[in-house]
């Protein structure tokens, strides 16, 4: 039946086939060359100065993987393939570049689609490499054979199926170009299986019979050998393996100028830095010169927190509602009125506002409803507040404005301070504990915050020390990204002391990457909010519906747990209240002898952040 389908698809590509006889003539194949398609993806990654492939290993992206280790590029295998594309994420997002993750076909990219669904709502750029079936074999029931181009198409910048091997390095181009210009996202290219492996290899696959009698058998050889041929042809010339340059949205003089004018003359303003601001061109130092130089409060999200350091004069992190309120200039640097401003609710509708985003929808999220630009940029953020700064030399926020709000800040502090030495029914006050560990943190520390209701405790409690130091999910708001996060920190930060904070449910997702932390040597710290339960969804739950159906867990021993994968495994509970902080220092000091440690934290309820929505 293959058979007489093939004859049939015969007839129907008789015109492909005279053109590809034609491009074949010029384009020569050599039979027995062992190159193959997975060093030309590897050497156009090398020249993208692409350090790590994040991967679980699959026959389908083989060749990939063993010609990117003989170029030099380090291969990260984990156990499960979102935790490939979580780590190639944190690498994105640390290191300016592209993130790149390689998973075979089928339910390995299907494994996938979470993740890269977070790394574009993130703004993440990353490639994602995936397996597939021959092109011959697509649609006739292969292993794992699904059309993965409509999986992707709607979660991906860009996407891309290699047929001939002659066009991965410029397909593989184009996307991580299309990955980093604009708003950056995620990206797919699909690699057939045959157009990775050598000829003589894929030749004995496809089964060609060079001694066909009947006529039929002669037009499949023919229909075959032109598959192959067609294939291969011109593969292995000399390619162009060098990068394209991103393009990035700039402000122009104009409205530079108009936003300068709106700030000199404000009394009160107000500067929101997202995550988008953090990206490159600008270096980071330049941004942080700059908004130092114009002295007007700042609040920080995602990303940005940490970028002033602990301790910034012009950080406030408790009182923004009240700030905004009474700002009479308000610029939104990569902040999107989305959930977590209200949909602009939040925002005065007596205030000017600025908005400063490279993409054009959330430039002006509900804009519509609740709030309206004054001005509205289409930018690059980090690069507009720097050349804002230049516009405005000479000019310094007011210092009454910034103690009226330090006074509201330092109020909340101190009333944080009090309610963490409260005592639970049960276990440990989380308050105290994240206290305490914050306290500690050294200042190349990298908290990952991966978890709901203890999580959301310590974004309210902990001062991440500086730049890339906080590490969370982002808009979508996922569960499980502590494990993939925190091995693409360290691969990428090596020095740095790197965190996961930990809700006992979260962690249930990729508790088992401890075992890729181990093999590869890249001690992690993790500490688990152990209370038993989805607290932030039984918030909400009990109160409106008297019911925790489906919100209670066990006080499960995930010390014990961290062991078996080849941790250190520590237990903090109420019986070592009073050494709280001599048990951290203990984690630490196991982490600095190059193992993976994990403190299983038993803590109690609090009625802090009480009447916190979880939708």
Partial sequence: MLLFKLSQSCNKKSIRLIHNYAKNFFLKVDQNTTQHGGELVAKTLKAHNVDYIFTLSGGHISPILCASENEGIRIVDVRHEVNAVFAADAVARLSGKIGVAAVTAGPGLTNTITAVKNAQMAESPILLIGGAAANLLKGRGALQDIDQMSLFKSICKHTASIRYIRDIPGTLKKAMHIAQSGTPGPVFVEFPIDSLYPFHLVKREIGIKDDSKSLVQKLISLYLNNYLYSLFAGAFVEHDFNPLKPKIPQANTNEIQMAAELLSKARKPVILIGSQATLPPTPAGDLIESLQQLNVPCFLGGMARGMLGRNSPIQFRHC?????????????????????????????????????????????????????????????????????????KGFSGSQDWIEQLRAKDDAKEDANKKKALESTEIHLNPMKVLQTLDKILPDNAILVADGGDFVATAAYLMRPPTFGSWLDPGAFGTLGVGGGFAL????????????????????????????????????????????????????????????????????????????GFGGKGIRLDRSNDENIEEILQKAREEY????????????????????????
């Fill in 592 to 615: 600095a002898k190059g193992k993976s440690v994990l403190i299983n934290c038993l803590i109690g309820k609090t009625n802090f952040r009480e009447g916190s929505i979880s939708v």
């Fill in 488 to 563: 693409g920190a360290k691969l990428v930060r090596p020095e740095s002391e790197v965190w996961i904070i930990y809700g006992d449910g979260s962690c249930g997702y990729s508790i088992a990457e401890i075992d890729t932390f181990t093999r590869h040597e890249l001690p992690i710290l993790s500490i688990v909010g152990n209370d038993a339960g989805w607290t932030q969804i039984a918030r909400d739950q009990v109160v409106f519906f008297g019911s925790t159906v489906a919100c209670e867990l066990a006080f499960t021993d995930y010390d014990k747990v961290a062991e």
């Fill in 320 to 392: 923004r509602k009240d700030a905004l309120k009474e700002a009479d200039v308000v610029i939104l640097a990569g902040t999107v009125c989305d959930f977590r401003l209200g949909y602009g609710k939040v925002l005065s509708r007596k205030s000017k506002i600025i908005s400063v985003n490279r993409d054009k929808k959330q430039l002006t999220k509900n804009s519509d409803i609740y709030w309206k630009p004054t001005l509205a940029i289409q930018a690059d953020p980090s690069s507009f507040v720097v050349e804002l700064a230049k516009a405005l």
